[in-house]
C-alpha cells in the first residue's frame, strides 16, 4: 500500500537525523554513534549497565530496519528502502511496530532519565534530543509541550511510545519534525 506525502516527509526528516554523516546512508554504525553520544550527553560510561542495553537496542534495531529495507543487502540502507520499508508489512503496522521500538525507547528512558524517576522531565528530554536527534532546543522543547499529553511536565515510557507510533504510522503534517541541524 502507498504511503502518503506527509509520512514520505516525515521518514525522510527522520532518516536525516539518524544519518548524522550525512552520506546518504544509515548503517549500524550510525545507530550505534547515536547510543554513543546519548551516553556521553547523560555521563554514562560505555560500560554502564544503561549504556549497554540501549547500545544493544540500537542493534536489535538495525537489524530489524536491515531486514525489512536493505533490500539491496549491501549492508546500508538509503533513505528510498528506508521510507519503503515503513510502507511494507512489519514496519506499517502498529503492533509490529511497537515490539521494535518499545524495548528501544525503554532503554532510552532507562539511560536518559538522569534522576532515576521511571519518566523524561523536560531538561532530559531536551538533552536527550540535542544528542539523540541534533535537535534544536526550541524544536525539542515544542515537542515536549505537545507529546506531554496529560500536562504533568513529564514523558513517561508510555507516552514516548504513543508518540512514536503517532509520528511513524500518521499522516498527520502537525507530527512532522524539523530536519536536524547540520
Not at 537525523?17 to 554514562?44: C, K, P, T
Not at 520499508?85 to 521500538?101: I, K, L, Q, T, W
Not at 524544536?139 to 506531554?148: G, H, T, Y
Request: charged share 30%; glycine share 4%.
Amino acid at each position: 500500500m502507498p504511503i502518503s506525502e506527509v509520512r514520505v516527509r516525515t521518514l525522510a526528516v527522520r532518516f536525516q537525523h539518524w544519518d548524522r554523516d550525512a552520506n546518504g546512508y544509515i548503517d549500524r554504525s550510525d545507530l550505534e554513534d547515536s547510543a554513543r553520544r546519548v551516553g556521553e550527553a547523560f555521563g554514562q560510561a560505555a560500560d554502564s549497565p544503561e549504556h549497554l542495553a540501549l547500545t544493544t537496542s540500537c542493534r536489535q534495531l538495525w537489524q530489524t530496519l536491515a531486514q525489512h529495507a536493505d533490500v539491496d543487502l549491501d549492508g546500508r540502507i538509503s533513505q528510498d528502502e528506508y521510507v519503503s520499508a515503513f510502507s511494507s508489512e512489519v514496519m506499517a503496522e502498529a503492533d509490529a511496530f511497537d515490539r521494535v521500538y518499545r524495548a528501544l525507547l525503554q532503554d532510552v528512558v532507562n539511560l536518559a532519565d538522569a534522576d532515576g524517576d521511571g519518566k523524561l522531565n523536560e531538561e532530559e528530554y531536551l538533552r536527550l534530543m540535542r544528542s539523540w536527534y541534533n535537535a534544536e532546543d526550541s524544536d525539542a522543547a515544542a515537542a515536549f509541550r505537545r507529546l506531554d499529553r496529560d500536562g504533568d511536565g513529564f514523558l513517561s515510557h508510555e507516552e514516548l511510545i504513543r508518540s512514536a507510533t503517532d509520528f511513524y504510522l500518521s499522516d498527520d503534517p502537525f507530527l512532522q519534525p524539523p530536519p536536524p541541524r547540520r
